[in-house]
T-cell receptor, first 116, second 112 residues
Framework: EPEVTQTPSHQVTQMGQEVILRCVPI?????FYWYRQILGQKVEFLVS????????KSEIFDDQFSVERPDGSNFTLKIRSTKLEDSAMYFC??????????????FGPGTRLTVL | GQSLEQPSEVTAVEGAIVQINCTYQ??????LSWYQQHDGGAPTFLSY????GLEETGRFSSFLSRSDSYGYLLLQELQMKDSASYFC?????????????FGAGTRLFVKA
């Protein structure tokens, strides 16, 4: 069964460093998303991506964040200069569409980012 | 603004039925989804209600009433493996449907 994959599973970085989180969405999906979840809290939307551009972003997704689909399979989230409060689990997700059954989002296993 | 309210915790016994409610304040949305998340795991999709009424998928059912700004997830024949967090989620109209807002989640404890 197709699944979303993410690498690395755990990333430890120093404050101020850049990190790139990588995702491979399900191949026939058209919509891609990044979410974050601080330990014990709810899942928070960061950004959605469709047709090679950002379709929506939240107030969390400021200038320190960027996304890219560099080729036909990878989808990346870059945090330019990490802060302590960026420590969280980051989930990538993809969906075939945004309506009806195609609205179902498939989540990857997540990357745990720890900023020291 | 948009917000989704869920109880923080629910406890039930194995074999029982439990209902997890979700009330919301949002100007309009495309549908109500439910996701399950085990500790340390990723959210997994359970159910979606685009229209009012009941949707059934095996032991899980979900209900939506837009007029009451209310929905719920019903879990029947509870099993120990159902112990997890459950999130309701919506895609608001005013974001073009691309943004998903999650509730804070309900932690379900299933006891033997």
């Amino acid at each position: 069964e197709p699944e979303v994959t993410q690498t690395p599973s755990h990333q430890v970085t120093q404050m101020g460093q850049e990190v790139i989180l990588r995702c491979v969405p399900i191949s026939n999906h058209l919509y891609f998303y990044w979410y974050r979840q601080i330990l014990g809290q709810k899942v928070e939307f960061l950004v959605s991506f469709y047709n090679n551009e950002i379709s929506e972003k939240s107030e969390i997704f400021d200038d320190q964040f960027s996304v890219e689909r560099p080729d036909g399979s990878n989808f990346t989230l870059k945090i330019r200069s990490t802060k302590l409060e960026d420590s969280a689990m980051y989930f990538c997700a993809s969906s075939r569409g945004t309506s009806g059954r195609y609205n179902e989002q498939f989540f990857g296993p997540g990357t745990r980012l720890t900023v020291l | 603004g948009q917000s989704l309210e869920q109880p923080s915790e629910v406890t039930a016994v194995e074999g029982a039925i439990v209902q997890i409610n979700c009330t919301y304040q949002t100007s309009g949305f495309y549908g109500l989804s439910w996701y399950q998340q085990h500790d340390g795991g990723a959210p997994t999709f359970l159910s979606y209600n685009a229209l009012d009424g009941l949707e059934e998928t095996g032991r899980f059912s979900s209900f939506l009433s837009r007029s009451d700004s209310y929905g719920y997830l019903l879990l029947q024949e509870l099993q120990m493996k159902d112990s997890a967090s459950y999130f309701c989620a919506v895609r608001p109209h005013n974001t073009g449907g691309f943004k998903t807002i999650f509730g804070a989640g309900t932690r379900l404890f299933v006891k033997a």
